[in-house]
């Protein structure tokens, strides 16, 4: 696993999302009262960016089909959505917001 750098990711804003590119793919980088947490940012049920969604009370809203996933677990929360995100760890190191990302090494 390789620990990418969010730039500009200290300025989320509470409820914020962002997207980043990695090479596992763009993620979404959410910002909640609790900490940061990351998922995949393509939508599960079809090609939308979730980072063009809506935050509400820990869950991603789907910007296409109104879908919603918890932010958290990635867990599929709302029809058309059935298929859970992959979710990505998150870790502040001195003031840098860090996502670990799958580098092909990881068992
Ligand atoms: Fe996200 Fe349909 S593309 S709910």
Redesign the pocket.
Known sequence: MQWLEVTGGDDLAIDDVMRIESAAGPIAVYRLEDGYFATQDI??????S?AE?FVEDGRIE??????TFCIRTGKARTL??TIPLTTYPVRVDDGRILVGVPDGTDT
């Open positions: 939508c599960t049920h079809a090609v939308a979730l969604g789907c910007p296409l089909h109104a879908g058309p959505a």
